[in-house]
């Protein structure tokens, strides 16, 4: 992978819920959420292509996204993906568990 | 939980359903993703195009990778792990053709063997009726007190019946005969049906075209002539032509109306044959103008016999329930008219439910047994292969459970290979299956007509329960056993080898046991049987078989009714008395070991008029003890004023049963007196002894009395046995009336006045050999009536036919046999490559250390003898049990044959030999050197 000696990695799990995240503000394509987390992460976060289409394909199975055929910015035919109903709900309670897992490692950390 | 499960189910069905789709949105995307990343690339400033389009792919990534990874979230992965496995099954067996074909081979033989037994068993057994809910109808018999069961009641019981019972919601009635169809061209001798009027209503049967009966169109006395045709004499006769209904059709001397045409899927009721058409019962006497009065018997007579009655049961009622009821019905008709009280006996309409205890269910499941034995016996085998295989196969899995897979993954990956080999055998089985049954029964009932077939839904369902079976039985065991060896061998393959032996044997002599004892089985039993046959055909049957030939006449189609046919035959006999070179001819109804025979009921005087038995009686002229050489061992033999009287001959096997103590010379038997009507039961009077004979079966001698022939106005049909004599035919006479031979006229002239004096014709003077009397004979009755017909047949043609059953049930167990002996021989093999393989160290030091090759091969055998002595023993007890059932059910079988055993066991042995040769051979030649060196 190209860009393995400056990305970090993802704690497993964790890349759903990114997307999941990033598309709760708005409905977007699969370049955009790729740009949109390496822009938000400030660069850490470089998502290939071979872990982000497998995963936003995992939401859609589980109906957690929805995917439309539209024209993108530049007029061009992309693939733009919504968060559902189920996705809310699911991001939510992933968001909660995260943040529980993050405090537990955190006082782990901070204390032994 | 579940619903997300299921909902992401559904989108992954259809994804799977609209998979080009897919894929083209994906790669799609994918391009959009690339193009974007160039166009970005592309802004920050890389100008060359080259430089653009590597760059950009680089930060792409592999897009294949990428493409796959997101197509199989959506493919469940147990569908393509199963294709892989398929796959992978398919590659390694084709890699080991020799196995392939062998296992293929076995389990083919075996499951089309049991395939077709199954669908024959299940239409003689099993099936009912082609008929709307074929389980609620059911058929009434005649119980009669001797156990019998007649098939059938008086028309005149069954409308009481129909009138009177409650339990069943239709009752029809049946009554099959031959008629001649069609103009004097096209004339046709059928079967037809005479049915009552809502026959086809109450059997739900539809029409392919017209109507049914109406009520109106059965009335008695008030005949109408309709008829039904069958959906093959439609097709034949008219083409399929819609038009046929309206036409009329030409039954013996009457012109019928065609009002329907019945579907093709309805056969007719019963085991007779598929009847052509159908009349209605009221309609008959049209149908037999000439035979006016046994027709009216027949539908008015409570003592006439009979119709095929059939009912539907009426909901809620049991087959129980309705015997009852009708049983008292039956009861009270009966006193009614003053008949003797029997009971109908209700039963369902399966072939076989009605035909209890007749032995060809016994031999049927004998066979059943055998072949089933064989499936198994292929099945430990295909499984000992396995077992020998997935040993062989260790160190590949050890490799792959070192590599990860997971031990379900490897036992399924086993599995499928044999489920790919059960699968494939199945499926060739139940092409077998399509055209074997049709043999079977015709060897296995002979007589018995079994309309459909052809393999159903419940023979897919057995094969596939078989296939499974199969699979499981040679295909889990020995993956569980290969993989529980885990990976350790992989890393230290001399205890893997050792381990190997101490887990694998106790299964592989189990197979190995099993194998044996049902090969054992088998060819005791195929020899036994083969044995049998050879003991019969060669026995003396009691009669004179090879010079004798048999001459049936074969009346025209039209013109021979009763009356016609009973002058015919007194013409015929009286001109056959005339004839010196055809005089020694006898005349008789059936010769002996004919398809058909006459059973009476007779009694002694002085026993209850219930207690009556079924003999056999042969109607015979005089000659008949000459021609086939049954001597007189008592009293005197028929003379040519005996005809039409009083006396009988008996064999000496009713003379011991009948009269045990007593010289039955003198004593009567009473006959039931026939269903003629008003004839009294008539006292015969026994005047001799014959020698017993085979002339009723070739397995034991029944009790059989001999009356002479009817008188002259009783139809009768002769058949005519003729002899070759020796020389100058002492018997015959003097010379024949060969210038009279072409001359009726002048033959009958000279009937009453013996032989015709020599004319010094140009015809042999008397008829020696076989051809000239049949040519005379030919001749007599052309001239007697050119219209009637004479066929001659060997003697010995009856004896092969009544043999043919036999002979092909002994060929059937002998070609069993044969796949089990090959299949042992395979197992044996098996065992033994096994055996040298596993323990090819061993016996590599053991050689250094200077064990000479005997000791070696010694070594090899010791180590199966146990499993090979137990199986044997076993297999011997087996064939002993199952060979006392054989007795009694196929001719000449005994039990305690010792050359039976001692063939089976020596093939056996010889085949088991020959199997270790080259396992011993490869032992060996091992090279000591090469086998330490593996340690």
């Known amino acids: 992978m190209a860009s393995h000696d400056q990305a970090a990695e993802l704690l497993p799990g964790t890349l759903d819920m990114l997307i999941l995240r990033v598309l709760a503000r708005e409905t977007m394509h699969g370049y955009g959420i790729a740009q949109r987390l390496k822009q938000l992460s400030k660069d850490v976060l470089q998502i290939g292509e071979s872990s982000l289409y497998p995963a936003l394909q995992r939401l859609l199975l589980n109906g957690f996204v929805e995917a439309e055929w539209r024209p993108s910015e530049n007029n061009r035919r992309a693939r733009y993906y919504t968060l559902t109903r189920a996705g809310r709900k699911h991001l939510a309670a992933e968001q909660q568990e995260f943040d529980r897992l993050i405090a537990a490692i955190h006082r782990v950390l901070e204390t032994a | 939980m579940k619903e997300p499960a299921m909902k992401a189910f559904w989108r992954r069905l259809r994804a799977r359903i609209r998979h080009r789709h897919f894929a083209a949105d994906l790669d799609e995307e994918l391009a959009f993703h690339r193009d974007m990343k160039k166009d970005a690339l592309a802004r920050a400033g890389v100008d060359n195009a080259d430089d653009l389009a590597t760059r950009s792919a680089h930060e792409m990534g592999n897009t294949t990778l990428a493409r796959e990874a997101a197509r199989g979230v959506w493919i469940a992965p147990w569908i393509d792990s199963v294709r892989q496995d398929l796959v992978y099954a398919a590659r390694s067996l084709r890699r080991q053709p020799a196995f392939t074909v062998a296992t293929l081979a076995a389990l083919i033989v075996a499951i089309g063997l049991n395939t077709s037994l199954f669908t024959a068993y299940y239409a003689l057994a099993l099936r009912p009726w082609a008929v709307a809910d074929p389980w609620r109808v059911v058929m009434l018999f005649d119980l009669r007190a001797n156990g019998f069961l007649n098939d059938g009641l008086?028309?005149?019981?069954?409308?009481?019946?129909?009138?009177?019972?409650?339990?069943?919601?239709?009752?029809?009635?049946?009554?099959?005969?031959?008629?001649?169809?069609?103009?004097?061209?096209?004339?046709?001798?059928?079967?037809?049906?005479?049915?009552?009027?809502?026959?086809?209503?109450v059997l739900g049967v539809r029409t392919a075209v017209g109507r049914t009966f109406l009520a109106d169109e059965d009335r008695l006395g008030a005949p109408l002539a309709v008829c039904v045709i069958g959906y093959g004499l439609w097709q034949g006769r008219f083409g399929g032509d819609p038009g046929a209904v309206g036409r009329t059709l030409r039954v013996n001397d009457t012109t019928f109306t065609i009002v329907g045409v019945i579907a093709s899927d309805f056969k007719g009721t019963g085991d007779r044959g598929e009847p052509l058409l159908w009349i209605p019962l009221a309609a008959m006497p049209l149908a037999f103008t000439s035979d006016p009065t046994s027709v009216r018997d027949l539908l008015e007579k409570p003592s006439a016999c009979c119709a095929s009655i059939a009912g539907r049961l009426a909901l809620g009622v049991t087959r129980e329930q309705a015997q009852l009821e009708l049983d008292q019905l039956s009861r009270l008709f009966r006193q009614s008219v003053g008949q003797k009280v029997t009971h109908p006996a209700v039963l369902p309409t399966r072939i076989l439910a009605q035909n209890k205890g007749n032995g060809a269910m016994v031999v049927f499941a004998l066979m059943f047994t055998c072949t089933t034995l064989v499936l198994l016996l292929a099945c430990a085998n295909v499984g000992n292969l396995c077992v020998a295989r997935a040993l062989a196969?260790?160190?590949?899995?050890?490799?792959?459970?070192?590599?990860?897979?997971?031990?379900?993954?490897?036992?399924?990956?086993?599995?499928?290979?044999?489920?790919?080999?059960?699968?494939?055998?199945?499926?060739?089985?139940?092409?077998?299956?399509?055209?074997?049954?049709?043999?079977?029964?015709?060897?296995?009932?002979p007589g018995v007509r079994v309309p459909d077939?052809?393999?159903?839904?419940?023979?897919?369902?057995?094969?596939?329960?078989?296939?499974?079976?199969?699979?499981?039985?040679?295909?889990?065991?020995?993956?569980?056993?290969?993989?529980?060896?885990?990976?350790?061998?992989?890393?230290?393959?001399?205890?893997?080898?050792?381990?190997?032996?101490?887990?694998?044997?106790?299964?592989?002599?189990?197979?190995?046991?099993?194998?044996?004892?049902?090969?054992?089985?088998?060819?005791?039993?195929?020899?036994?049987?083969?044995?049998?046959?050879?003991?019969?055909?060669?026995?003396?049957?009691?009669?004179?078989?090879?010079?004798?030939?048999?001459?049936?006449?074969?009346?025209?189609?039209?013109?021979?009714?009763?009356?016609?046919?009973?002058?015919?035959?007194?013409?015929?006999?009286?001109?056959?008395?005339?004839?010196?070179?055809?005089?020694?001819?006898?005349?008789?109804?059936?010769?002996?070991?004919?398809?058909?025979?006459?059973?009476?009921?007779?009694?002694?005087?002085?026993?209850?008029?219930?207690?009556?038995?079924?003999?056999?009686?042969?109607?015979?002229?005089?000659?008949y003890f000459d021609v086939l050489e049954i001597p007189l061992v008592a009293g005197r033999g028929f003379t040519p004023g005996d005809v039409g009287g009083g006396v009988a001959l008996v064999n000496q096997t009713m003379a011991r049963e009948l009269w045990p103590n007593d010289n039955p010379i003198g004593r009567t038997i009473i006959g039931a007196g026939g269903r003629r009507p008003g004839a009294a039961p008539s006292a015969t009077e026994i005047i001799g002894v014959v020698r017993d004979a085979y002339t009723s079966g070739l397995d034991r001698v029944e009790p059989v009395f001999y009356k002479p022939l009817p008188p002259p106005d009783v139809p009768f049909q002769p058949r005519i046995l003729l002899k070759q004599r020796p020389s100058a035919a002492g018997a015959a006479g003097p010379a024949g009336a060969a210038g009279s031979a072409r001359s009726a006229g002048a033959t009958r002239a000279t009937g009453a006045t013996g032989p015709a004096a020599p004319t010094g014709a140009a015809e042999p003077a008397v008829a020696t050999d076989l051809a000239g009397a049949a040519t005379a004979l030919r001749a007599l009755v052309h001239s007697l009536d050119p219209r009637v017909g004479v066929k001659v047949e060997p003697l010995r043609a009856n004896f092969d036919r009544w043999l043919t059953a036999s002979r092909v049930g002994a060929a059937i167990a002998g070609a069993?046999?044969?796949?089990?002996?090959?299949?042992?021989?395979?197992?044996?093999?098996?065992?033994?490559?096994?055996?040298?393989?596993?323990?090819?160290?061993?016996?590599?030091?053991?050689?250094?250390?200077?064990?000479?090759?005997?000791?070696?091969?010694?070594?090899?055998?010791?180590?199966?003898?146990?499993?090979?002595?137990?199986?044997?023993?076993?297999?011997?007890?087996?064939?002993?049990?199952?060979?006392?059932?054989?007795?009694?059910?196929?001719?000449?079988?005994?039990?305690?044959?010792?050359?039976?055993?001692?063939?089976?066991?020596?093939?056996?042995a010889i085949a088991a030999a020959a199997a270790t040769f080259l396992p011993a051979r490869r032992a060996t030649r091992i090279d000591p050197i090469a086998a330490l060196r593996r340690e």
């Open chain 2, 393 to 445: 196969r260790q160190h590949e899995i050890a490799v792959r459970l070192s590599l990860g897979a997971s031990r379900p993954r490897v036992i399924r990956q086993l599995l499928t290979e044999s489920l790919l080999l059960a699968v494939t055998a199945g499926t060739i089985g139940i092409g077998i299956a399509f055209f074997l049954p049709n043999l079977l029964t015709e060897a296995a009932f």
């Open chain 2, 453 to 623: 077939l052809s393999p159903d839904w419940m023979l897919l369902a057995f094969t596939c329960g078989l296939c499974a079976l199969a699979c499981l039985l040679f295909g889990l065991a020995p993956a569980i056993r290969g993989t529980r060896l885990g990976t350790i061998p992989l890393a230290d393959s001399s205890t893997g080898s050792t381990r190997a032996i101490g887990t694998g044997f106790a299964l592989r002599g189990l197979l190995l046991a099993t194998q044996l004892a049902i090969s054992l089985i088998l060819l005791v039993g195929a020899t036994l049987l083969a044995r049998g046959v050879q003991r019969v055909a060669t026995q003396d049957p009691g009669f004179a078989i090879d010079d004798v030939a048999v001459a049936s006449l074969e009346l025209p189609a039209r013109g021979f009714d009763r009356p016609r046919t009973a002058a015919f035959a007194h013409e015929f006999t009286t001109a056959l008395r005339a004839r010196a070179d055809l005089r020694s001819a006898a005349l008789t109804m059936f010769e002996p070991l004919a398809s058909g025979r006459v059973l009476t009921s007779i009694r002694l005087p002085g026993e209850a008029e219930n207690r009556t038995r079924t003999i056999e009686q042969h109607l015979v002229s005089p000659e």
């Open chain 2, 154 to 201: 008086s028309l005149a019981e069954y409308r009481y019946l129909r009138d009177h019972a409650h339990a069943l919601s239709g009752l029809i009635a049946k009554h099959q005969r031959e008629v001649v169809i069609g103009d004097d061209e096209a004339a046709q001798r059928v079967s037809v049906a005479f049915v009552n009027s809502n026959y086809f209503d």
């Open chain 2, 816 to 908: 069993v046999a044969l796949l089990a002996l090959v299949l042992a021989a395979i197992g044996v093999f098996g065992v033994f490559a096994f055996v040298v393989q596993a323990r090819t160290q061993e016996i590599g030091l053991r050689m250094a250390l200077g064990a000479r090759p005997h000791q070696v091969v010694a070594l090899v055998m010791r180590s199966t003898a146990w499993a090979t002595l137990g199986g044997l023993g076993v297999g011997a007890i087996g064939a002993f049990a199952g060979s006392r059932f054989l007795v009694g059910q196929l001719y000449g079988v005994s039990p305690s044959d010792p050359a039976a055993y001692i063939t089976a066991s020596a093939l056996l």
